[in-house]
């Protein structure tokens, strides 16, 4: 009996699953700290999941700089996921929009580098094949912009340099980004993250289980309070926590201001935008972004309302799984 399949979208910071019926999980994994421990992250991973007969797997962990070259980080990825299933049929997702073997993927490792934006493009085309659709995937650490022509994705650029040029690609997310990249006025170290200001703006959930933080101290409110407070050389007895929501709020005005000014390069002479599509962890950046823009009232339509949130946020596995379909 066919059992499905499971797709794997493999980041710097996360790791993302989600099998072809539906169900899907993510797993905090800092592959830049521990890449030899990557096969065995996987196999944790695909434990959680149903049972499946092949893998569809796409990535975007090869940029991290643990690896000498993303050719290199290429087939390190790729070398893990053949020791941790190394009996299972796996397809790579490729930048021309189709799977490739272990072979072909081997020889050509750039094809593979940070294409994972382009399944779940593929995936929203086929969800809204009729309408002219902006794409704004937001997760922890990058913002994907992309324009989807009548079910067909319209990228302007393939790689991570030539997408940040065009606007398609923003290095700034709802968790990751840190606060200093966003701010001049502030100490030029990592003392606090944007999730730190998402918390402590109740903006998103505190999660005290979660230390995976620039101190390692927890994700909550307390917490955020003190790493906000270092951002301008002081600490939560000498920055008020009113004064630390100031200037969590200045940050996140100007990451979502640059993810607007983004969304409108990418929609310059287009055809008008039906319909926009928001995707990923970071939902609530995208939401701000997009009230910024020339978009706001146009019909939004969340993936975690048509596939559900833990879709949504492992969108990119999903979308290799359900591409892989097929094959």
């Known amino acids: 009996m066919h059992q499905g399949i499971l797709g794997f979208d493999i980041g710097g910071a996360n790791l993302k699953a989600a099998h072809s019926n539906g169900v899907a999980m993510s797993l ?3 592959l830049w700290k521990h890449p030899a421990r990557l096969a065995d992250a996987l196999v944790r ?5 149903p049972a499946f007969d092949s893998l569809a797997v796409t990535m975007t962990g090869e940029l991290c ?10 087939r390190a990825i790729m070398q893990g996921v053949q020791a941790a299933f190394p009996a299972a049929p796996v397809s790579y997702w490729a930048l021309e929009g189709r799977f490739v073997d272990f072979d072909t993927a081997w020889v050509h490792p750039l094809q593979l580098a940070a294409a994972n934006w382009l399944a779940t493009a593929h995936l929203v085309g086929d969800l809204f094949p009729r309408e002219h659709v902006l794409l704004v995937d937001a997760g922890s650490t990058t913002t994907d ?7 067909l994705p319209e990228p302007r650029g393939f790689t991570d340099a030539a997408r940040m040029a065009v606007g398609e690609l923003v290095y700034t997310g709802e968790r990751r980004t840190p606060i200093c990249a966003l701010l001049n006025d502030v100490a030029g170290e990592l003392f606090a993250t944007t999730g730190d200001a998402y918390v402590l703006l109740g903006l998103i959930p505190e999660r005290p289980d979660d230390t995976d933080t620039a101190d390692g ?3 909550t409110q307390a917490s955020a309070h003190a790493r906000l407070a270092r ?3 002081g600490d939560a007895d000498s920055m008020s926590i009113t004064e630390a929501r100031q200037l969590a709020q200045q940050a996140l005005q100007v ?24 995707a990923g962890s970071g939902e609530i950046l995208a939401r701000a972004a997009i009230a910024r823009s020339a978009w706001r009232e146009t019909s939004i339509s969340p993936l975690s309302e048509t596939l559900g949130s833990a879709l949504s946020a492992a969108a990119c596995a999903y979308a290799v799984a359900r591409l892989a379909v097929h094959l």
């Open 145 to 151: 912009i992309l324009f989807i022509r009548q079910g």
């Open 231 to 233: 951002m301008r050389c």
């Open 45 to 49: 991973l695909a434990e959680l999941l």
């Open 255 to 278: 990451q979502w201001s640059r993810v607007a000014s983004a969304i409108a390069q990418v929609c310059a002479d287009r055809p008008s935008v039906e319909r926009v599509v928001i």
């Open 28 to 30: 905090a994994f800092e």
């Open 65 to 74: 700089d643990c690896f000498a070259t993303k050719r290199d980080g290429v």
């Open 217 to 219: 101290r927890p994700m």
